[in-house]
């Protein structure tokens, strides 16, 4: 069979009509870029979704791992209000609570173990072959009122 054309067509075709049978180099480039377009916004999209945490890994730990659970849950619901917040969360400074709060716990628990009295274990014994001595009335309310007063 000879290939010939139509008499109603014209002579000079352009290149992306083929004939049947070939190869259509036009579709297959196209193909190709649609696909790399799909990766590209994906890659974007990615991207573009990781921001608050890359924002926020600077900050404090705690600051850091809310943003990044309101991030999963704006990936998986699909609720752009939750990526907002952890964006909005992840530019906010918030303020250092912990470190003054640990030394005010750090001071305060010093301050226990000075005046912690002594366990009586570690109290020393007495001796049994000394005397017995008797402490007076007076010596015993000046010593009560000694030990009420230090620990006020």
Known sequence: MSEQ???M??????????????????????GIILIAAVF???????????????????????QFE????????ALFTHEHL????????????LPDFGTPLRSIAGSVEKI????????????PQPDTAA?????SREDQIVDTEHKVRSHA
């Open 9 to 30: 067509a014209p002579h000079h075709l352009p290149f992306y009509i083929v004939s049947p049978g070939e190869v259509d180099a036009l579709m297959i480039v196209t």
């Open 66 to 73: 809310i943003v990044a659970v309101l991030g999963l849950i």
């Open 82 to 93: 939750y990526w907002i917040a952890a964006l909005v969360l992840a530019l906010i400074e």
């Open 5 to 7: 054309l139509h008499p």
């Open 131 to 135: 005397a017995p001595t008797t402490i």
């Open 112 to 123: 226990a173990d000075s005046t912690s009295p002594v366990d009586a274990s570690e109290a």
């Open 40 to 62: 590209a916004v994906g890659l974007l999209y990615w991207h573009l979704h990781s921001l608050p945490e890359r924002m926020a890994h600077k900050t404090q730990k705690l």
